[in-house]
């Protein structure tokens, strides 16, 4: 388990480049944080980018564009971020629910790049064309189309359901509005 965070981790800190060239125009920094290894190793910091109107409870709905923002400090191949992903994809959805979104899923893993240290990656998810760009330094690698693909696989940062880790969770969405009662 802590080897499929680590490595995870590792994998999607790839994305180092000038954030302002790459965030979508409406979204705002929500919150950050960092997932270590053992508590002791950065693996990489994250953060989220989010319109302000956006709350922790319709983060992942199909009608909110976001950004994920993984600054690496380690290096990770591509194997290693795809077995971390599957792992934490695994323990968060039934097999049916990943089978519908296995095609989309295959695209974005065979768009993966190794990373380096101070490599950044951003997940961009824009509502209005329902698509999910991946960004390794500032270049666009591909897209994914898909409103559910998005729900699914943000949700490994930011699912209410196991996500890679409840603390980073939390500082990500820190920043956004809570859900009106």
Not at 31 to 59: H, T
Not at 99 to 112: C, F, Q
Not at 139 to 164: D, H, Q
Request: glycine content about 6%.
């Amino acid at each position: 388990m802590l080897r499929a965070v680590f490595l995870f981790s590792i994998v999607y800190l790839v994305m180092s480049s000038p954030l302002s060239a790459t965030v979508p125009a409406g979204l705002e920094l929500s919150g950050s944080g960092e997932i270590r290894y053992l508590g002791i190793f950065k693996v990489y910091e994250a953060s989220l980018y989010a319109s302000r109107d956006s709350s922790p409870d319709d983060i992942l709905q199909p009608n909110r564009s976001r950004c994920l923002q993984l600054d690496y400090a380690v290096e990770l191949s591509v194997e290693k971020f795809i077995e971390a992903a599957d792992a934490i994809l695994a323990r968060q959805h039934d097999q049916q629910t990943l089978a519908s979104v296995r095609k989309e899923l295959d695209i974005l893993n065979s768009i993966y790049r190794d990373v380096n240290e101070d490599d950044r990656y951003q997940l961009c998810y824009d509502a209005g064309t329902e698509t999910t760009h991946l960004i390794l330094n500032g270049r666009e690698l591909g897209t994914v189309p898909s409103a559910r693909f998005a729900e699914v696989y943000f949700g490994i940062w930011l699912g209410k359901t196991n996500p890679i880790d409840a603390e980073l969770r939390a500082s990500l969405l820190a920043g956004l509005q809570k859900e009106q009662n």
